[in-house]
């Protein structure tokens, strides 16, 4: 057992491509876990399962919405600018999705 004052702060991004997904957001969460168990980590936050479904719909509503994160070029698509991207730069990764409602930006 690694002493708690030692432990080093971490942060678990939990995500699925699909919502048909092999590996539920809960099966990688326990992963995480127990890697951060046996390296001296402590998961201190969760970055929410942001699924398929959630950002369809939100994508549909029309909604405001700001996206939050690192943002970098990726020269590795240049054939995809104008098809699946419309630039090479791209935000990874993404940290927070707000929603302006209510006259105010709230968390997805």
């Known amino acids: 057992m690694t002493n708690a004052n030692l432990l ?11 919502e048909h997904q092999q590996y ?5 969460s326990a992963a995480i876990q127990k890697y951060a168990d046996s390296h001296g980590l402590e998961v201190v ?3 929410p399962g942001w699924t398929k479904a959630k ?11 700001r996206v ?4 970098l070029m ?5 054939d995809q600018v104008g098809k699946t991207r419309a630039t090479l730069w791209e935000i990874h990764p993404i940290v927070k999705i707000e929603v302006f409602s209510g006259g105010k930006w709230r968390e997805l």
């Open 74 to 78: 990726d020269p590795e698509h240049p």
């Open 68 to 71: 939050s994160g690192w943002i």
């Open 8 to 18: 080093v702060p971490a942060a678990q991004y939990l995500r699925m491509s699909t």
């Open 55 to 65: 950002l369809t719909a939100l994508a549909t509503s029309k909604s405001r919405v």
């Open 45 to 47: 936050l969760t970055y």
């Open 24 to 28: 539920s957001l809960e099966n990688q």
